[in-house]
């Protein structure tokens, strides 16, 4: 295991994202918070929404989203299964609802289940014939006018593949559909505007490129939809005025509020503003650039190994992640462990390894590293 003052062997931000001061900056903001929450007076809540705003509106600055359109939520399944139940009952009745089948499968299990509750068909589009991703056109080619609701996941999880979101919105909203984007595995890397092209919602969590904590899920609803919208666990924090507590006039928030429900849940989102505020201050083109720069070395080192690459070669077609194919999950299993006896932090998933390259990855490391994987290999 890498030591807490050496992280150059890190390539796991598709899972836990780092950044210089990580540790401390997360101890600081925890100790202010216990300090906060502990002290004999009255500004314990002062003190906690006010990072929890703080924690919402550096995400709002992330993907560009207008005030009043993105609070928090635990995951992203549990911020999609919010948006769902909200919808009119109607909306989905009879329609289909349409994922692709290298969506983050969390969400599959969620819509899977939600189907015959919901009255609706969960349509799942295959893997192009001979790829190991879903193609914009074979996501258009399964997307009719009954399609009610379509999720796209900018950048997966099992082949880093980046979806050209344009054309799918377009052909959605010629559909009449309502179109939601994933952005959990490109925030904070691959740039991403909720107005460009303008989507009806966006689910992210916190973690992996933003370097945040768990827990500090995000939905955003754009702002002409979220009137529509009467979600199912609303509380007194749902009002316009959480104090109003004449029980026969409860009335939703006008804006995305009235999904805050009962008491909200603010330590993960306390725990993530340092993280949230380091990326507001980073060249976000420079963090970019360095990531395709070491992707560049990995894909050359596979390519000498004979090892496929299992993510498009283009870096405009992927994202921060590089994927290699082993020849099996036994293979890619050992292979994990020989590398992290050598210091180097990389997972597998079946036969495919995993390699994400951040701020924190020495680049030499690359170098390093596929040495030890020829020599694993050799063994």
């Not at 749902?238 to 928030?253: R, T």
């Not at 306390?270 to 360095?290: T, Y």
């Amino acid at each position: 295991m890498l030591s807490n003052t050496n992280h150059g062997g890190y390539f796991l931000y598709h899972s836990i994202g780092m950044y210089p001061g990580k540790e401390a900056d997360l101890a600081s903001a925890l100790t202010e918070y216990a300090a906060a929450w502990s002290a004999p007076d009255d500004g314990q809540w002062g003190y906690v929404l006010g990072r929890r705003q703080e924690f919402i509106d550096l995400w709002r600055q992330e993907i560009n989203a207008p005030e009043g359109t993105l609070t928090t939520c635990e995951s992203v399944t549990d911020g999609l299964h919010r948006l769902i139940r909200a919808l009119p009952e109607e909306m989905l009745r009879g329609k289909r609802v349409l994922v692709a089948a290298d969506c983050f499968p969390s969400l599959h299990f969620l819509l899977a289940g939600l189907a015959p509750k919901l009255g609706f068909t969960l349509h799942t589009v295959p893997l192009s014939e001979g790829k190991a991703w879903v193609e914009v056109e074979d996501f258009i080619a399964h997307w009719g006018r009954d399609v009610a609701l379509a999720l796209v996941t900018l950048v997966t999880s099992t082949a880093s593949a980046r979806v050209d979101l344009a054309p799918l919105v377009a052909h959605g909203r010629e559909m009449g559909s309502l179109v939601g984007v994933d952005i959990t595995q490109a925030a904070g890397l691959i740039p991403f505007d909720t107005q460009a092209p303008r989507v009806d919602f966006v689910l992210s969590s916190s973690l992996k490129w933003m370097c945040g904590t768990s827990g500090a899920g995000i939905l955003y609803i754009d702002n002409t939809l979220i009137p529509s919208l009467s979600p199912e666990g609303r509380g007194w924090f749902s009002q316009d005025n959480p104090f109003s507590w004449d029980l026969d006039a409860f009335e939703y928030a006008p804006d995305i509020r009235r999904f805050d429900g009962g008491t909200p849940s603010a330590l993960a989102a306390v725990a993530s503003v340092p993280a949230l505020k380091w990326h507001a201050g980073q060249d976000r083109a420079k963090l970019l650039k360095r990531n395709r720069q070491m992707v560049a070395r990995i894909i050359s080192r596979a390519d000498a190994l004979d090892v496929p690459i299992h993510s498009p070669r283009d870096p405009d077609a992927r994202g921060g992640t590089v994927i290699l194919r082993l020849s099996s999950a036994s293979e890619a299993e050992m292979m994990v462990k020989a590398l992290g006896v050598e210091g180097y932090s990389v997972d597998f998933r079946g036969p495919l390894l995993r390699l994400s390259p951040g701020i924190v990855t020495n680049p030499d490391a690359i170098e390093d590293l596929f040495d030890a994987m020829s020599a694993a290999l050799r063994r």
